[in-house]
């Protein structure tokens, strides 16, 4: 499996940008995708996951009502959509695939295979 992240840039506090992570191979519908994000000087921290049939997605607190995940399984590709950037917004994301089909993980050693990061930059 592999994926490749796209769509990051340098925004203004207040902005929006979509992300997207386009996944190989025939078994994309069959993971749980997630996006991590990682600042500088800090571990990498969950961000959203959603299930293989996109219920329930999870959040984490501080992007609740801003960020949005979504997946489109016939384009193997999953988003997120992030509105009302903040400058603590600021991190590399990275989008990651579970291949045990587990919802709701927020571990990151739980998941299989990462894409490279796409860096997001919110000024002030």
């Known amino acids: 499996v592999q994926l490749q992240a796209s769509g990051g840039g340098l925004v203004q506090a207040g902005d929006s940008l979509r992300l997207s992570c386009a996944a190989s191979?025939?078994?994309?519908?069959?993971?749980?995708m997630g996006w991590f994000r990682q600042a500088p000087g800090k571990e990498r921290e969950f961000v959203t996951t959603?299930?293989?049939?996109?219920?329930?997605?999870d959040y984490t607190d501080s992007v609740k009502g801003r960020f949005a995940i979504s997946r489109d399984n016939g384009k193997n590709t999953v988003y997120l959509q992030m509105n009302s950037l903040k400058p603590e917004d600021t991190a590399i994301y990275y989008c990651?695939?579970?291949?045990?089909?587990?919802?709701?993980?927020?571990?990151?050693?739980?998941?299989?295979?990462w894409g490279q990061g796409t860096q997001v930059t919110v000024s002030s």
């Open positions: 990651a695939a579970d291949l045990s089909g587990r919802p709701g993980v927020r571990t990151a050693s739980a998941y299989d295979y």
């Open positions: 959603i299930s293989r049939g996109s219920s329930s997605p």
């Open positions: 191979g025939r078994s994309f519908s069959f993971y749980v």
